[in-house]
């Protein structure tokens, strides 16, 4: 059973930044994507960012040139630098790691930006 835990979550202004970390039990360069999900109150949850395990990065445009995703292969551990943040960026994130046959989720970490 593979775990992810989030954490860096919390209250920010608008302007501020955050940096989200997600902590995984296994070794996250066996997994084929590792991603970065949010979902707002009252809304679907939509993919924030991903990396594959080749290093190609994807990101929403509504958060390119603010977030910024990596990973710490040796730490088993992927970040979401979040910069610039806006109050529509308020939401629960959550971690996502996929391999053929899996697909895990953390428990989230909730980011609340105010204005």
């Known amino acids: 059973q593979v775990q992810l835990v989030e954490s860096g979550g919390g209250l920010v202004q608008a302007g501020g930044s955050l940096r989200l970390s997600c902590v995984v039990s296994?070794?996250?360069?066996?997994?084929?994507?590792m991603g970065w999900y949010r979902q707002a109150p009252g809304k679907q949850r939509e993919l924030v960012a991903s990396i594959t395990r080749v290093g190609i990065i994807n990101y929403a445009d509504s958060v390119k040139g603010r977030f910024t995703i990596s990973r710490d292969n040796a730490k088993n551990t992927v970040y979401l630098q979040m910069n610039s943040l806006k109050p529509e960026d308020t939401a629960v994130f959550y971690c996502?790691?996929?391999?053929?046959?899996?697909?895990?989720w953390g428990q989230g970490t909730t980011v609340t930006v105010s204005s």
């Open positions: 296994a070794t996250i360069s066996n997994f084929d994507v």
């Open positions: 996502n790691a996929k391999r053929t046959f899996l697909n895990a």
